[in-house]
């Protein structure tokens, strides 16, 4: 007896909670009027319109690349100040780490935390408007690597990935700083 009060309470409960969903949906109602046929396009006497792939000759010099370039630095920055306090804590027994240690377990919090703000930077600075691929792809992949890092600390993973990802993404931060300065800026 218990037991169908209960079961009749939440089918009435749900029953009142789909009900109010379907009536505070919007309804849809077409217009009943017929639009007429659209006015013939009117022919303009305009030069044609300078390509939108080129800049003006006018214009000043982008400066996508030093500013992409000068964030992702301050990416790199941010996230190795906070890796290196990890590695260092977890450094020494081949491919076991010891999560439980206090020293371990926050400098892993801290990492993890400056490695999401620096992958968001990093994508942010590679998705800057203008900048030449042969910049943004070393950036997004080094990126990527960022976020792999970030999970392979999360899940508590072992030293010989997170010292293998580490190495992808110096290789990363290398193509990246030689993109920068074959382009004139600095990473």
Not at 79 to 86: L, M, R, T
Not at 167 to 173: F, G, I, K, P, S
């Amino acid at each position: 007896m218990r037991k169908s009060l209960l079961c009749g309470r939440t089918f009435t409960a749900s029953l009142l909670v789909s009900a109010s969903a379907l009536l505070s949906i919007p309804v849809a109602s077409a217009d009943t009027e017929v639009p007429g046929p659209a006015p013939d396009p009117v022919p303009v006497n305009a030069a044609a319109a300078p390509s939108l792939d080129a800049p003006p000759a006018d214009a000043a010099p982008s400066s996508a690349v030093p500013d992409a370039c000068k964030q992702f630095g301050m990416a790199l920055d941010h996230a190795a100040s906070y890796y290196e306090d990890f590695a260092y804590d977890s450094a020494g027994s081949g491919n076991s780490v010891n999560y439980d240690d206090p020293n371990v377990a926050n400098a892993n919090v801290f990492g993890r935390t400056a490695l999401r703000e620096s992958a968001a930077a990093a994508m942010s600075a590679a998705s800057t408007p203008g900048l030449p691929n042969d910049v943004a792809s070393p950036m997004r992949s080094w990126s990527l690597h960022a976020a792999k890092l970030l999970v392979i600390m999360g899940i508590r993973g072992g030293g010989d990935s997170l010292n293998s990802t580490a190495d992808d993404m110096n290789t990363d931060a290398n193509n990246a700083q030689m993109a920068c300065a074959l382009n004139g800026a600095r990473a």
